[in-house]
């Protein structure tokens, strides 16, 4: 690095709390945050702008381009082309691709109120019972987390297998029956969605579900009980204390549990690719499986790809300051 | 007075052990039922109807796993481990590092340093991961495990508990060392690091997690089957041994094993610490 502006910056970098910085000291805080300030910008900032540029050219890194990243020459400005081409275009990648935002959609409108409905009343029945019962629940809730999304997968290709699969078996059991496929049947569809599609959000609910418990744990953990106790002062019942008092406190929590499951689904990406791969006809395709596919399994052109990674980055940039909007607001009651 | 919230008066004594059974049920069964099954013959766990626990059951499925050369288990298991063991270490280090440098240090344009780290937290890998997998092949790092630790180095979440943690570490400790001659290094290295200890805990072991059971990265750079990590090699194993399915729940079953090791070690920092992520 230039000499001169190593120095002009290392004047820039102030005076320490205690008074003046010694030379040493300034040298220190310095080089320590440049190595890391380079990797942000190499990893983090650089990319953001490089699939952003992506997106407004027909690429493939096969075709040599011009001097920069290999843009241009061969691998020409299209302007708005890939946007246009993906909302109105014809191309069995652009009608894939709108089929996959409804469906993303659809996945998360499920995973939401599964996971809510499932993780809040298991967390309160959690906060009724003794510690050391508490503790062990908690501990196996969570175990689906801590494991891998592939090992999930494989375990759950043996509860849908078809007719021998555990599902289908335990439908038996109790004498209803299954249907011939869980994943992989294009005609099962119930009241619009398809079954191939609430089975891979049952498994996301599975997965997702100790972590959700925990959240809401921490949330009734925070409810003060004066509150209860003023409502049953008022001559409230059980019932009324409950959708009076403690659901409107934990609305935030159910928010932001709610916030974070979105910005979770529509991040997923194994579930889908070990247990539908997009299928059956496209039911279970995702904006990220799309993405996927078009840059790294076809990649005929990058550029389209990197388009769907802007569309998918706007949503999580809005979910994300929705995020942190819910988080930086009191949580005192 | 703010006393602890308790539910009790909602639900009677046995609603509250029906939706906790439930939930169990729920979460343990499909578990049990593959850990069953990993002890079947294969013509037992193609019969129909299925049986659950396994008329004789028998262990070639995981001799036969560990002993094919054809994986070379040990291989897979270095190659995920070195992986998360060194991306973890730098992480917890390079975290408290500049955590430290951002609490303790005041200097010009500390904010807009901080802040472009911050942004890593609004942008998601997915959204970047063709770039990086672009520039990854430029760096030569294409097919490599370096490719699985260096752009994940950096952890935006870690660098900020860091910084909140050291904020709260009193400062007299750390003048006292530097009047005593510290170098700025050795204050951090003697004194701010091994207090980190509880804040660094929960951190590694979610970056260990996160490296461990990666699968969507090391898919789109390992092409090689001697570095591919276990994801990979599941992956695989199972659409090799498709007609065979008691080997690939064995070898699913082996690489549990190691991460519910690390968490049935170090459950009291992830069950009590994976809640704060979302609330700070």
């Known amino acids: ?333 | 007075m703010l006393k602890k919230f308790h539910p009790f008066y909602l639900l009677s004594r046995s609603a509250i052990y029906i939706i906790l059974t439930a939930g169990l049920v729920f979460t343990l069964l499909p578990f049990v039922y593959v850990f069953l099954a990993s002890f079947k013959t294969n013509a037992e766990l193609l019969r129909v109807p299925p049986t659950f626990i396994p008329e004789k059951p028998i262990i070639e499925n995981y001799t036969t796993v560990l002993s094919d050369s054809q994986i070379s288990l040990t291989r897979i298991f270095y190659n995920s481990g070195m992986v998360a063991i060194v991306r973890t270490l730098l992480t917890l280090l390079i975290s408290s590092f500049a955590g430290y440098i951002f609490a303790r240090y005041r200097f010009t344009g500390k904010n807009l340093f901080f802040g472009m780290i911050l942004a890593q937290l609004m942008i998601p890998f997915q959204v970047v991961m063709i770039p990086i997998y672009l520039l990854t092949v430029k760096m030569g790092l294409i097919d490599t495990l370096w490719a699985l630790i260096i752009p994940m180095l950096i952890d935006a979440y870690g660098i900020f508990v860091a910084k909140q943690f050291v904020e709260g570490l009193p400062g007299e400790v750390m003048e006292a060392a530097r009047i005593d001659g510290a170098s700025e290094f050795g204050i951090y290295w003697r004194i701010v690091l091994p207090q980190l200890g509880p804040a660094l805990a929960s951190l590694g072991i979610f970056t260990f997690m996160a490296s461990w059971n990666d699968y969507l990265w090391p898919l789109i750079i390992i092409t090689s089957p001697e570095k591919r990590t276990i994801p990979l090699l599941l992956v695989w194993y199972s659409t090799q041994h498709g007609a065979n399915q008691g080997l690939v729940l064995a070898a699913s079953i082996l690489t549990l094993i190691p991460i519910f090791v690390v968490y049935f070690l170090a459950q009291r920092w992830i069950v009590e610490q994976s809640t704060q992520s979302a609330f700070k």
């Open chain 1, 1 to 333: 690095m230039n000499a001169l502006f190593t120095r002009a910056l290392l004047e820039w970098i102030g005076t320490h709390e205690g008074g003046r910085l010694t030379a040493s000291q300034r040298r220190f805080a310095f080089w320590g945050l440049v190595p890391i300030l380079i990797w942000v910008f190499v990893f983090v900032l650089f990319p953001i702008f490089w699939v952003i540029l992506l997106s407004l050219f027909s690429y493939t890194p096969i075709r040599e381009g011009g001097w920069f990243l290999g843009l241009g020459g061969n691998n020409p400005f299209v302007g708005l082309g890939n946007y246009v081409e993906l909302f109105t275009g014809s191309t069995k990648a652009a009608r894939i691709f709108r089929q996959a935002i409804g469906n993303t959609f659809l996945f998360s409108l499920l995973a939401v109120p599964l996971s809510v409905g499932t993780a809040l009343p298991v967390a309160i029945a959690l906060e009724s019972v003794h510690e050391r019962v508490k503790s062990s629940f908690r501990l196996i809730y969570f175990l689906p987390v801590i494991t891998g999304s592939v090992a999930v997968t494989i375990i759950w290709q043996y509860v849908y297998a078809p007719n021998w699969g555990l599902l289908s078996q335990l439908m038996k059991t109790i004498g209803l029956t299954p249907p011939r496929s869980w994943l992989s049947d294009p005609t099962q569809v119930y009241f619009g969605i398809p079954l191939a599609m609430l089975a891979v959000t049952i498994v996301y609910v599975w997965v997702t579900f100790g972590y959700n418990t925990l959240l809401f744990i921490a949330a009734l953990q925070g409810v003060p009980a004066v509150f209860r106790e003023a409502a049953r002062i008022d001559g409230a019942n059980s019932w009324q204390e409950f959708w009076h008092i403690v659901i409107p406190l934990l609305r935030r929590t159910i928010l932001l549990a709610s916030v974070l499951t979105v910005i979770s689904t529509l991040q997923q990406f194994v579930l889908f690719q070990l247990l539908t791969r997009g299928g059956p006809a496209y039911q279970t395709q995702t904006i990220l499986l799309s993405v996927y596919q078009n840059a790294f399994v076809y990649s005929e052109n990058m550029g389209m790809a990197a388009a769907m990674s802007i569309f998918l980055f706007i949503i999580l940039f809005v979910l994300t300051i929705i995020q942190f909007r819910l988080l930086r607001t009191e949580w005192e009651y």
